[in-house]
């Protein structure tokens, strides 16, 4: 397959693949990546053409440097001596000990590319681990280092797994030049990392004092960074490429954002710019990897002579060897501490590690992106020309151990901690690590949920909205209160239990035939009073039916009407009747279609009022949502019938935005009503706050488009 090719289908993949994760929330999604890559490879045989040369720098450079970049402020800088110690010295004990433990039980897969194997899988996906860490409710300590060192480990990981490669390609390993080199690649990588984002700063900040400012022309020097540092560190000062964007990262996240130089839109772009460009590089790597496992597995039978069953328990004994060095080191580690700790306070009240804290803290370390990159990006052929030994079984069991340890922490996540949320990883999680800790910090026990938050915000919106209703705005208005009550619909419907759902669902159709019956009576008397031709009356009537087959339709596939199609219903009807009328060049016959729209919503809210009359009907019943919404629908109709002119739609969208701008101010005003009242903690009013900024973004995007 051609490359270009390539790439269309697999962002294609990453996409579909999201839409599956919506439906299939408890599976992490970068393993519905891995079995719909596996079922691509299977049914259609596609390959990918890979080049490993530039693998590194495609996929390590970006994700490393945004690692670096979100690297957390608090804690975990304060741990930051600790957190080093274990990214380093965990990393190569994994290494050194791994690869000689992974050479015994795969006696023909050398020893340098055994450590290699062993380097590459040490480095953890960070979001994972503080996604596991902070539901399993570790001890304080083992959840900063464990969070912070998984965010730093995949520069120590990936010099280790390179130098294993390089002895593999050249047949030559000195370990005196080795520790030379090491130590020059670290420190000038470091070094480089850091003056070239300095330099690359700098030359921003007279750029931006020279006037030039453009967000778009700044996040794309943002987004080019990584690859910049990367390569001339690689290429020119043959330092460690990987070193030098943790580092480049690392600076950008403390000095990048210096208020003389900040705009809260720049944030914002190059915020959500990281955010796609992760997404994407993550879920193509694990594409790459369930495609890549049925040609592994074949040349692992071919060229190793291992079949499937034994590669697959070779992966899984691997995966064991690596959770126990990470729960011993861990479990050690905090021993030590506690003991230090301990003869240096009087009082003694730190509490002694348990194995079980251990364990869970070893088990939250899920392999990820950074692991299946830098296997993919073992070379072809070593120095003689000849292929590269064990490749294929190094990659069949990097892929194996990723699997595995994502299948366990989905597995073992729901026993071992009360909150059922879904396993994070790279690719569904875009929090930036201050905000979680803001989170773990604050107690939520007594808070209300977001969605309970929202729906009370939204419902002040309304409230404002009916107190700045007029008659020169009711139009508007009655627009603007119909899209939030579709908002607040489907949030009433989320917060209820089945029970009290199926009620109100049942409650809402019945309506809903009351109101039909009132607009086909209204069509029919309009028709026999002589006031609309049979043409607008077969047309009304056939419009009319399919809206009442489409609610039976729904009926019988029993559909939620938060997601199904009578709550759409009245979403869109507004709009129907006039494309309807558009579509009809006859003037007589628009005309005529106005007509019937309007005596069709008053013949519908004239059916409702006599049906809410009658002494059979117990009006307690029914959801007062339910029947404003339904009331609002109408009149909305009533109001959209009216004929109107370019200059009166003008209006239109101008009564509406003012209105919009005075809604939004009572949800901000809700907010901090909720905040002071101590409903909601300030994470959660930040994230409502950035909800309502982004509509008044839009809504100013609007009014800018309309001028």
């Known amino acids: 397959m051609h490359i270009l090719e390539a790439v269309i289908l697999l962002m294609a993949l990453v996409v579909f693949s999201n839409v599956v994760d919506h439906f299939v929330p ?35 450079a970006p994700l490393l440097f945004n690692d670096g970049r979100r690297f957390p402020k608090r804690e975990l800088w304060k741990l930051r001596g600790p957190i080093l110690a274990n990214a380093i010295a965990l990393v190569f004990l994994t290494t050194i000990v791994g690869g000689l433990l992974f050479h015994v039980i795969i006696p023909t897969m050398p020893l340098s590319v055994s450590f290699a194997l062993a380097a590459i899988l040490s480095p953890t996906d960070p979001v994972a681990v503080q996604s596991i860490s902070k539901r ?100 020119i000062l043959y330092a460690s ?27 914002l772009v190059s915020e959500r710019t990281w955010d796609i460009i992760i997404y994407t590089l993550n879920g193509i790597v694990f594409l790459i990897l369930g495609i890549e496992l049925p040609i592994a597995t074949t040349n ?46 009087a009082i003694k009240t730190k509490e002694m590690p348990t194995l079980k804290a251990a364990l869970l803290a070893g088990l939250s370390g899920v392999r990820g992106a950074v692991t299946m990159a830098g296997v993919l990006s073992i070379p072809m052929v070593v120095k003689d020309g000849s292929g590269f030994p064990s490749r294929s079984l190094a990659l069949f069991v990097a892929a194996g151990v990723i699997i595995i340890s994502l299948v366990v922490a989905t597995i073992m996540l729901p026993l071992i901690s009360e909150d059922k949320a879904p396993l994070l990883t790279r690719a569904n999680s875009t929090n930036d690590p201050d905000e979680i800790e803001d989170a773990e910090d ?23 909205i009916e107190e700045e209703r007029r008659p020169s705005n009711q139009k508007e208005a009655y627009d603007l209160i119909l899209d939030y009550q579709f908002l607040i619909r489907r949030l009433e419907l989320k917060l209820q239990n089945k029970q009290e759902m199926d009620s109100i669902i049942s409650d809402e159709l019945a309506l809903r035939r009351v109101a039909l019956r009132g607009e086909r009576a209204a069509i029919q008397s309009l028709y026999e009073a002589k006031q609309i031709s049979k043409e607008t009356f077969l047309i009304a009537n056939s419009r009319l039916q399919r809206v009442e087959n489409q609610m039976i339709h729904s009926v019988g596939r029993k559909i939620k009407l938060g997601h199904g199609a009578t709550q759409q219903f009245l979403r869109l009807r507004n709009r129907l009747s006039l494309l309807l009328i558009q579509r009809h060049q006859r003037q007589d016959v628009s005309d005529e279609l106005a007509l019937v729209q309007r005596e069709q919503a008053k013949g519908a809210i004239k059916e409702l009022s006599k049906y809410f009359a009658r002494d059979d009907i117990d009006n307690n019943r029914f959801d007062g949502q339910s029947v404003y919404h339904l009331i609002v629908h109408y009149r909305n109709q009533i109001e959209l019938a009216k004929e109107n002119s370019k200059q009166q739609i003008k209006d239109h969208t101008m009564q509406y935005q003012h209105l919009r701008i005075k809604a939004l101010a009572a949800e901000r005003e809700g907010v901090q009503i909720l905040l002071e009242q101590g409903n909601i903690d300030w994470t959660m009013a930040a994230r409502l706050r950035q909800y309502i900024n982004y509509s008044e973004t839009v809504l100013i995007m609007d009014y800018q488009n309309n001028e």
């Open 136 to 235: 399993a409710k570790l001890p304080e300590g083992i959840l900063h280092i464990v969070s912070g060192e998984s965010l730093i480990n995949d520069a120590s990981g990936l010099i280790a797994f390179k130098y294993a490669v390089a002895a593999t390609v050249t047949g030559v390993f000195s370990l005196k030049a080795a520790a030379i080199d090491f130590v020059y690649i670290s420190i000038m990588g470091f070094i480089s990392g850091v003056v070239i984002i300095a330099v690359i700063l700098m030359i921003e900040n007279w750029l931006y004092r020279q006037g030039i400012n453009d967000v778009i022309f700044s996040t794309v020097l943002q987004v080019t960074t990584p690859f910049v540092v990367y390569l001339l560190t690689e290429e």
């Open 26 to 60: 408890a599976v992490p999604v970068s393993l519905i990546q891995v079995v719909i890559g596996l079922g691509v490879a299977l049914f259609t045989r596609i390959t990918i053409p890979l080049e490993t040369d530039w693998f590194l720098l495609l996929f390590i």
């Open 442 to 464: 604050e107690g939520s026990e007594h808070y209300i949920s977001e969605d309970e938050a929202r729906l009370y915000i939204m419902k002040l919106a309304v409230q404002r």
């Open 300 to 345: 692992v039978i071919q060229n190793d002579k291992i079949n499937t069953f034994v590669a697959l328990g070779i992966s899984f004994v691997a995966w064991l060897i690596l959770l126990v060095i990470r729960v011993v080191w861990i479990y050690a580690y905090q021993l030590a501490s506690t003991i230090r700790s301990r003869k240096n306070d």
């Open 241 to 267: 490429g990987v070193i030098a964007v943790v580092a480049a990262g690392i600076v950008f996240h403390f000095y990048g954002t210096a208020p003389d130089r900040s705009q809260p839109e720049l944030k």
